[in-house]
């Protein structure tokens, strides 16, 4: 089983949005990669997720049983989305790449 993995060789490849680094029954993670100006265009998750923004600058929104938060992210936040809350990024002013940390492994 892989143990190390490298997130600047997929940041490089821009052909798709999602790059996964691991899978394994309790997790899976991945390299979320948003160019500026762009719509991010996914769904709510039936598993519970971790972003850590690693590059670039954007907005947050989750919508949550309490409410609607909206917040300005960059490099070094962590955002928490538990499972089936929906949530995107918006207002994409530099590119952005995100580490995303799904528990359980993600399902599709």
């Not at 049983?65 to 809350?85: C, I, K, N």
């Amino acid at each position: 089983m892989q143990r190390f993995f490298s997130t600047t060789d997929l940041a490089q490849q821009k052909s798709t949005r999602y790059h996964e680094l691991l899978r394994i029954p309790t997790m899976s993670a991945g390299l979320y990669l948003l160019p500026a100006d762009s719509a991010d265009t996914q769904s709510p998750h039936a598993e519970d997720e971790i972003y850590y923004v690693l590059r670039g600058k954007a907005h947050f929104r989750v919508i949550t049983p309490e409410g609607e938060q909206d917040r300005e992210v960059s490099p070094g936040d962590t955002l928490l989305v538990l499972a089936h809350e929906e949530h995107l990024f918006h207002s994409i002013t530099e590119d952005l790449e995100v580490l995303v940390v799904f528990a359980p492994a993600e399902t599709g």
